[in-house]
């Protein structure tokens, strides 16, 4: 593969062909400040955000989709650069809600990082807001278009990855906005909630309802797990806060699955410590379930196969398992039912 070698703030740097301005950097151990660029999508070039002086160029390029020349000389902090990306930044903010302390995306807000990192204050430009209804007719996502800067990225991460391309742009200029097929909402739209969306959203435009209200991110501690509801083994973050698991979120170093997860993976997490869920064993005494001890509970179940295998055999019973378990239980469970019940009557929620 031929290579090519360019000069990015005083330091070079040897890349593949074909190589965008910005990977280089990014290989060079050099930050390029980005709102639409994601290294799983397509880049449109749209935010203007990474844009960058090359010599020998009379504009500022966009470093995502600007191939890397051989030869070819860059800088990414020139005075003409950071004024153009403050000035974008101030624009972003002047049809944005100024309301950074109570919006859910505040820590992990890349508009807001960079607000900060650019010293940018809201108040420079003045003219019309849009005001958008919020949408939270779903139990899963809440948009807030009012917060949506069009990077499009929910745009591209749907059709692009998911396949599904429940998202594209509508309307025009000003009033612009990515919108559901005849502008639904999201509950009456095709959308099947795997929340890829939410989880490129680079702003407070699309949230996990379910986490509202529950911490800031820098409450919240990260531990990496597999989810438990299929085979494909998907890996996740659990956030969890005072002992407890208060969302999931997507870990874009996850082995096998990336950022991706389906509805179950992403939102269906609240069983954990529902209070329907049965803490203890419960036993039927006099037509009424009364608590009992695990000793208790396990002798009667082995007295009772016992009873039904000598009777009536052991295809007289079945074993239903769970994803919920883990993959050694559902292997123990499998070989119970086989060696020690004595049938192949097991199932699993997971099978379909």
Request: charged share 25%; net charge negative; glycine share 8%.
């Amino acid at each position: 593969m031929s290579e090519v070698t360019i000069t990015i703030d005083g330091q070079e740097v040897t890349v593949p062909a074909g190589t965008t301005v910005l990977q280089a950097a990014r290989m060079a151990g050099i930050e390029i400040p980005t709102l639409c660029h994601d290294p799983e999508l397509t880049s449109p070039g749209a935010c203007r955000l990474c844009v960058v002086e090359i010599e020998g160029m009379r504009n500022l390029p966009a470093s995502c989709v600007t191939t890397a020349g051989d030869g070819m000389v860059v800088n990414t902090i020139s005075p003409d650069v950071m004024d153009a990306r403050k000035t974008v930044i101030e624009l972003l903010l002047a049809n944005h809600p100024e309301d950074c302390l109570t919006c859910e995306r505040t820590g992990q807000c890349r508009l807001q990082e960079y607000a900060y990192h650019y010293g940018v204050r809201g108040d420079v430009f003045h003219g019309d807001r849009t005001e958008f209804p919020i949408d939270d007719s779903n139990p899963f996502i809440v948009r807030d278009l009012n917060k949506c800067i069009r990077c499009g990225k929910c745009v591209r991460v749907c059709d692009e990855v998911q396949g599904r391309s429940i998202y594209s742009f509508a309307y025009r200029g000003f009033d612009s906005i990515p919108a559901t097929a005849m502008d639904e909402s999201l509950a009456e739209s095709e959308c099947v909630f795997c929340g890829s969306c939410v989880s490129v959203c680079p702003t407070g435009a699309l949230t996990e309802k379910m986490m509202h209200g529950v911490g800031r991110s820098w409450e919240l501690e990260k531990i990496k797990t597999t989810c438990p509801y299929c085979g494909v083994g998907c890996n996740f973050d659990l956030n969890v806060k005072d002992g407890k698991v208060v969302g999931v979120t997507s870990n874009a170093e996850s082995e096998v699955n990336g950022r991706a997860l389906c509805v179950k993976g992403r939102f269906g997490y609240n069983f954990i410590d529902h209070p329907d869920r049965l803490t203890k064993p419960l036993i039927k005494k006099d037509g009424e379930f009364q608590e009992a001890t695990w000793e208790e509970a396990i002798n009667l179940v082995a007295e009772k196969f016992t009873q039904i295998k000598q009777e009536h055999g052991g295809d007289a019973l079945a074993l239903f398992s769970s994803a919920r378990c883990t993959n050694e239980e559902n292997y123990l469970a499998n070989k119970f039912c086989r060696a020690v019940l004595g049938t192949n009557n097991i199932d699993h929620c997971a099978r379909l």
